[in-house]
């Protein structure tokens, strides 16, 4: 969207002109002119709503430094929210007739994706920690079964793979079991399940694996239901067999609601509303569910954040102090411009309109912390396993393929990765308590 297109004019006599704005522009007042726009539309005040939006527009731009282009992607949720709820309806009307709100965001072919996932150690650092972990938990196994609830489109397995086929007792027979999940948020992939699940078996193939691959239908919306009663179904095959069973999680649990879905009684055209009930949520049936399969490994890797909160301005707040490091690895080493780039922040920027813009069934990105993961887990019987001296030596040897700013650091038995000393992403192995 060109944002300058929203207001042009100064809002009231007086305010200062665009040149005299710039003593606006850190980050610290861009996130409360946002905060103060949030609390305007919130309280329906046109006005004072669209006097913030000139000042945010004049010092925002969407080709600006990283911390405008990351001020203009909220600015532009924050319409999108008052177009969707009908508050502001002027502010609305306005933005829905002058700006382009939609998001380009990109679907990948394989070889585009693959090389999206080695710009940065954001998915990486995931990959290389849990596969050491599920590596050492399988040790001496001759059938593993990988349950991969993954938002990258099975892109760690290859790599894991590899590592599984030069194990000195020889390959095991590998079986992987991905949700059918109909993904309507990005990353995008320009394949089906039957493509990318013939291209696993003849790259396992190739390194004389024999891996059998299965699609499920199922969804993060119900708690992958669905996939749930199929392991439950094949569990007492995996202790007959000597299975090893390994759910690898790599950031899509947090697309489970971490709510209960209750009926309405008496309404028509929303069947369904969000009952904040941390005994009874989903997020916790789902791992109490896990626990009840007895495991070989869990492995959970999300980013460490808390995008929960029911409060817009909460969540406004938590997500503009984290989604600053994405922003800001880009400006580090993609040039202005570059196609890369461009995707890359248009998955952010469809992030944010999320996080801001939506609620509901439709606000999916519902990131928590890494400690409300852990008491999570330890609620649903599990118990946590150190990464070992290796598994932290492969994720540094990855880090140094990449920009300086990134930093590995342990919490407990967990690894965390870093950005300029802020926590990004973490990596947690556990078994049954």
């Known amino acids: 969207m060109n944002t300058n297109q929203i207001h042009q004019a100064r809002p009231w006599p007086g305010f200062p002109t665009s040149k005299g704005l710039a003593s606006f522009g850190d980050a610290n007042c861009m996130e409360q002119l946002l905060v103060h726009c949030a609390n305007a539309m919130e309280s329906n005040d046109a006005t004072l709503a669209q006097q913030i939006l000139w000042v945010l527009n004049n010092i925002a731009p969407p080709d600006g430094d990283s911390n405008q282009r990351l001020t203009c992607a909220f600015l532009r949720a924050l319409i999108v929210r008052a177009s969707k709820s009908g508050t502001c309806k002027l502010l609305a009307a306005m933005a829905n007739a002058r700006c382009n709100l939609s998001i380009d965001t990109h679907t990948f072919s394989v070889i585009e994706f693959a090389n999206f996932v080695d710009l940065t150690p954001w998915h990486r650092f995931g990959f290389t920690a849990a596969n050491a972990a599920i590596l050492e938990a399988v040790e001496g196994y001759s059938i593993i079964h990988i349950v991969d609830l993954s938002s990258t489109h099975c892109m760690q397995i290859p790599t894991l793979i590899d590592a599984i086929a030069n194990r000195l007792e020889g390959p095991p027979m590998v079986k992987l079991t991905v949700p059918g999940v109909s993904k309507d948020f990005p990353p995008m992939l320009d394949l089906t399940y039957e493509e990318l ?181 330890r609620n649903a019987e599990f118990r946590g396993v150190s990464f070992g001296e290796e598994a932290v030596s492969e994720v540094k040897t990855m880090l140094d393929e990449h920009a300086a700013g990134w930093g590995l650091k342990k919490e407990e038995e967990d690894v965390v990765l870093t950005w300029k000393g802020h926590n990004v992403v973490f990596a947690a192995a556990w078994v049954p308590a």
């Open 197 to 377: 699940g013939s291209k696993l078996v003849n790259f396992a193939r190739s390194r004389n694996v024999m891996l059998e691959f299965r699609v499920v239908p199922s969804t993060h919306a119900d708690g992958f239901a669905s996939l749930i009663d199929q392991l439950r179904l094949q569990h007492l095959v995996y202790a007959e067999t000597g299975e090893a069973l390994v759910i690898n999680c790599h950031m899509m649990l947090h697309y489970i609601p971490e709510e209960t879905l209750s009926p309405l009684p008496n309404a028509n055209s929303i069947p369904y509303t969000f009952e904040p009930s941390p005994k009874r949520s989903l997020r916790t049936m789902f791992l109490k569910a896990l626990r009840g399969l007895n495991p070989t490994i869990v492995v959970l890797v999300d980013e460490d954040a808390d995008l929960t909160p029911n409060n817009l301005v909460c969540r406004l707040r938590s997500a503009f102090n984290y989604l600053w490091i994405p922003y800001d690895t880009m400006e580090a080493f993609l040039p202005k411009g570059s196609k890369q780039r461009q995707w890359y922040e248009a998955d952010i920027c469809w992030k944010i309109e999320n996080v801001i813009a939506q609620e509901g069934l439709q606000r999916v990105e519902r990131v928590e912390t890494k400690s409300r993961w852990v008491q999570r887990m």
